[in-house]
């Protein structure tokens, strides 16, 4: 038998051998987009959208924190927590929209512009992470008051204890209301999380 006899054997051709790696792609990637279509939560409002994409910001607060967290925990000499369970509990129950708002306030008014105004000139590095984290409550509380229907705003919540804790602490009340920063960043993750995917 002659050698080019053999070669002239017709084979069915397979299919993949005539297809374009690009073809081959297509699927591929329709498929990857499907999947992060239905992972990601489509935001058909403002509100929805602002609570979707709060975790930069959220870390944005944690880099600013670790930067302060030192002197003023160093600073808190008070074995009373400033942001107590009752606080926590409150995040927790169907207030907790006035209870993030009345908090805002609280820090935007009194406990910020304090630590802003009182920063040592040994420790003016404080300054700038302090005015970041006051720049995001701000934003925060602009949002959460915008979006009030969205979350289901109720008034409850009561701040009245806590300014008034805050007020017997005297110069320390500072201290103890800044060292506790994390504490509130938690209950704000918290309860934002608990909003996410609500469209």
Known sequence: MKPSSINSTSRPEDSTSMTPPSLLLSPLMLLLLLNMATSNPMCNNQCCRFVESFPPRLKKLREDYSLISDFYEANDDLDTALLDRTVENSFKSPFACQVMNSI???YLNTVLPTAIARVPEANVGLKLPVESIQQIFDELKIEVTRCRNYFSCKKQFDIKHLNSTYI???????YKAMGELDVLFNYIETYLASKRHKN
């Not at 017997?168 to 500072?174: D, I, Y």
């Open 104 to 106: 805002l306030d609280f």
């Open 168 to 174: 017997q602490m005297e110069s320390k009340g500072l």
